[in-house]
Antibody
Framework: QVQLVESGGGVVQPGKSLRLSCAAS????????MHWVRQAPGKGLDWVAV????????FYADSVKGRFTISRDNSKNMLYLQMNSLRAEDTAVYYC????????WGQGTLVTVSS | DVVMTQPPLSSPVTLGQPASISCRSS???????????LSWLHQSPGQPPRLLIY???NRFSGVPDRFSGSGAGTDFTLKISRVEAEDVGVYYC?????????FGQGTKLDIK
């Protein structure tokens, strides 16, 4: 079955960087676009970024454009989110999700930006 | 960006009774290819979201047929024919017609 496992979250100071990973299994990873979606504590869902199945296109939410970079390694079935210049408002659980409609989701990894 | 608007709370519903949740977009969600990329997701407490409905009315794999979606253009509805205890949580609509994708703020299913 489809499995997505996020990792790399933690506590980081404002202005610092963090890289999240998402390990995919149970489906042909290279055939599907992949998303990052986040959820601040007690809040709703906030779409972050998407990358095409072959990695040739990426789109970002305005709030992260220029600071976050989504990437993938289809040979390793891995998705990444490089997060730079982190802010307190980036504090959230970060989920990876697959497919055109965010078909399947991982359990998420918590990122806390705090001094 | 497309703004998705949902009421924060549903009308109170009794288990076994029907429920509906509305979602409105700030602009038409009809894509240039003719499809409408409006989906519904459910998030149970402490769990990640789960896709229920895509392209307005298509049930995703494994979703019970008590869930149905309808609507067109800018107005959409998710209906649950008979609410069960496992349906508690928050329901989100999401548009994927144009980037950035955007979610509604979520509607909590209010059980009497």
């Amino acid at each position: 079955q489809v499995q997505l496992v996020e990792s790399g979250g933690g506590v980081v100071q404002p202005g610092k960087s963090l890289r999240l990973s998402c390990a995919a299994s149970g489906f042909t990873f290279s055939r599907y676009g992949m998303h990052w979606v986040r959820q601040a504590p007690g809040k709703g869902l906030d779409w972050v970024a998407v990358i095409w199945s072959d990695g040739t296109n990426e789109f970002y939410a305005d709030s992260v454009k220029g600071r976050f970079t989504i990437s993938r390694d289809n040979s390793k079935n891995m998705l990444y989110l490089q997060m730079n210049s982190l802010r307190a408002e980036d504090t959230a659980v970060y989920y990876c999700a697959t497919g055109s409609w965010t078909d399947y989701w991982g359990q998420g990894t918590l990122v806390t930006v705090s001094s | 960006d497309v703004v998705m608007t949902q009421p924060p709370l549903s009308s109170p519903v009794t288990l076994g009774q029907p429920a509906s949740i509305s979602c409105r977009s700030s602009q038409s969600l009809v894509h240039s290819n003719g499809d409408t990329y409006l989906s519904w997701l459910h998030q149970s407490p402490g769990q990640p979201p789960r896709l229920l409905i895509y392209n307005i009315s298509n049930r995703f794999s494994g979703v019970p047929d008590r869930f149905s979606g309808s609507g067109a253009g800018t107005d959409f509805t998710l209906k649950i024919s008979r609410v069960e205890a496992e349906d508690v949580g928050v329901y989100y609509c999401m548009q994927g017609t144009q980037f950035p994708y955007t979610f509604g703020q979520g509607t909590k299913l209010d059980i009497k």
